[in-house]
């Protein structure tokens, strides 16, 4: 094990990675996310297909796309659909076993609001909106959240709904008929988090090393709940810090 | 005796706009992050259209420069965002504090938004999707609505038709009769063509129509719905067309900087858009060094055979 000094970003993509351990499908956001798919490619899931929703699956980028929908995506990949195709076939159809979100706020049963900062008619923040968060949140089987743990992310109520996760917790998500499972983990710089609980409110299921549990209540919004048992999370291998930083992400992008 | 000449609807962007936008219409100028004719954007600023409504999944720089000029009454999107870079300062401008005048907002997902243009093109009365339910979108939005499902599972989200006006859409090549072909993204190209009432397509290359049959899968628009065809290499740019040039990112960055403000935007437009008669000005002032560093290396797919029966 290495002693290697790594930043949050690393440890984050490390975790991730680490999540996607066996997965077949991937549905892929840009940035963080993109990086950790790319690492489990190489680490834990060697069969895992990259879905974009800019219509590519089983991407194999040859660079680190600068954005959902780089040509570089395009260029060996093994097929390529319309949109329509995309989100009826792949997502509705329910080939999605894990889809990666994030959003500026979340809440503690894992809505996400990627639209606005204050009233809807008058936004103290105009943010970029749903693109297809609201869809993949609704029927990808696993959603897995990657969000930098901050007090104005992690919110005791969200300004705006555009991904709906357990919606008002308990069964309420079932008995809307949502097809995919909804939130499952939320990886952050400092902990991750889990709903496996009754509630489905999101818990403190293992902490990085040198966190503590008074660090992440410090940057929540709501009084944390803490799983039975909290683990602590290994710090990234250097294998996994040699990937990131020779292959998934040479320049330096990301982390 | 000769047959009949078929149309010939090989236009200059000046006057494929001057023909087809008029103030007030709705417009779609498509394309996911690449394909997008910013040559069509700049000749509508140029003509200084207003009042439009601007369509388009993601409004991109494009849009962003539309709005700064004062084209824009209204927007319908599902996702605003600089792609892969941030904001899109020149229409948070305009949201948050009405520069350079207000824009109305109409919002979809991604899903919604193809769906509207699939139902526009097949001229169905609505389309279902399992999105929304749950989320806030729907009492954002008054035009989604949740029906109950005829066959019995319980609640479905629809969404109305969208049927633009115009279509403006880039791709690799056509004939002069507008049969398009293009590879890469698809996008949703296809559905907002069938979907327009008037479709306005640029190519990097005009071909003759025996390039076009020689491989009928790689169609994706019929020249049976388009009405003008517009020869405009680079006419993509700054955005990508798949084997052709890579998105500038320089570009994309530097929008990131300058349309924070804006009299630095007032002052681009100037220098860019309207200081140049056309795209072709553009890319002259540009450079062909520019380009040059854009152009990916080959990578050809293998040949097909369409194989020949008579």
Redesign the interface.
């Known amino acids: 094990m290495s002693e290697a000094k790594y930043t949050d970003s690393e440890m984050m993509i490390a975790v991730a990675a680490r999540m996607l351990k066996g997965a077949r499908t991937v549905f892929v956001g ?2 963080l996310p993109n990086i950790a798919c790319n690492l489990a490619r190489f680490t834990v899931a060697p069969d895992l297909e990259l879905i974009y ?4 699956y089983g991407a194999r980028p040859e660079r680190l ?7 570089t995506l ?3 990949a093994t097929s ?5 195709d995309l ?2 076939l792949y ?2 159809r329910g080939l999605v076993e894990i889809a990666l979100l994030g959003g500026a706020q979340i809440d503690r049963y894992g ?1 996400l609001n990627s ?1 606005v900062i204050g009233p ?1 008619a008058k ?4 943010l ?8 993949i949140a ?2 990808a089987r696993r959603t897995f959240m990657i969000m930098r743990l901050k007090r104005r992310a992690f919110v005791d109520k969200l300004d ?5 996760g357990h ?1 008002t917790g308990g069964e309420s ?1 079932t008995r ?4 995919g499972g909804g939130p499952e983990l939320v990886i952050t710089d400092k902990a991750v988090l889990d709903f496996a609980n009754g509630e489905r409110e999101m818990q403190l299921t293992a902490l990085y090393p040198g966190v503590t549990r008074e660090h992440v209540q410090a940057e929540m919004g709501w009084p944390l709940r803490v799983a039975a048992t909290v683990q602590e999370t290994s710090a990234p291998t250097s294998e996994e810090l040699r990937l990131i930083r020779d292959e998934v992400d040479p320049h330096a992008m990301y982390h | 005796m000769n047959k009949p000449a078929k149309a010939d609807k090989l236009a200059s962007m000046r006057e494929a706009i001057a023909a087809h936008v008029v103030d007030g219409c709705s417009v779609a100028i498509e394309g996911f992050t690449g394909f997008i004719s910013f040559a069509a954007g700049h000749e509508i600023i140029r003509q200084k259209r207003r009042d439009l409504t601007l369509i388009r999944m993601t409004p991109d720089l494009i849009y962003d420069q539309m709005i700064a000029a004062g084209t824009a009454k209204k927007l319908i999107f599902s996702y605003t965002g600089n792609p892969g870079v941030g904001s899109l300062y020149c229409i948070r401008r305009a949201v948050e504090k009405a520069i350079p005048c207000p824009l109305e907002l109409e919002e979809y997902s991604h899903y919604g938004l193809v769906g509207r243009y699939a139902a526009g093109a097949t001229r169905a009365p609505f389309f279902p999707l399992r999105s929304y339910i749950g989320s806030d979108m729907l009492a954002a939005n008054p035009l989604i609505k949740l029906l109950d499902d005829p066959y019995g599972t319980g609640k479905i989200a629809v969404v109305p038709p969208l049927n633009p006006d115009v279509a403006i859409l880039h791709a690799q090549r056509a004939d002069r009769q507008g049969n398009t072909q293009l590879w890469g993204l698809l996008g949703m190209q296809k559905e907002v063509a069938f979907a327009s009432r008037h479709v306005i397509v640029a190519v990097e290359e005009l071909v003759d129509e025996s390039v076009i049959r020689a491989d009928p899968n790689r169609t994706l628009i019929p020249g049976l719905i388009v009405d003008a065809v517009v020869h405009e290499p680079y006419g993509a740019h700054p955005s990508y067309v798949q084997g052709y040039y890579d998105r500038d990112n320089e570009s994309y960055l530097a929008w990131d900087k300058l349309s924070q403000d804006h009299g630095a935007v007032t002052a681009w437009l100037d220098e860019w858009v309207y200081g140049l008669e056309d795209h072709a000005a553009y890319a002259r002032k540009l450079g062909q060094e520019r380009f040059d560093k854009l152009k990916p290396e080959p990578l050809p797919a293998a040949p097909v055979d369409y194989g020949r029966y008579r």
């Open positions: 840009v940035g929703e800019s219509g590519v796309p600068l954005s959902i929908g780089d040509p395009v260029s060996g390529v659909v319309s949109m329509a989100f009826g997502l509705q809505n639209t809807y936004p103290k923040t105009r970029p909106g749903s693109g297809g968060a609201c869809e609704t029927n705006f709904v555009t991904s709906p919606l998500r809307l008929g949502l097809p």
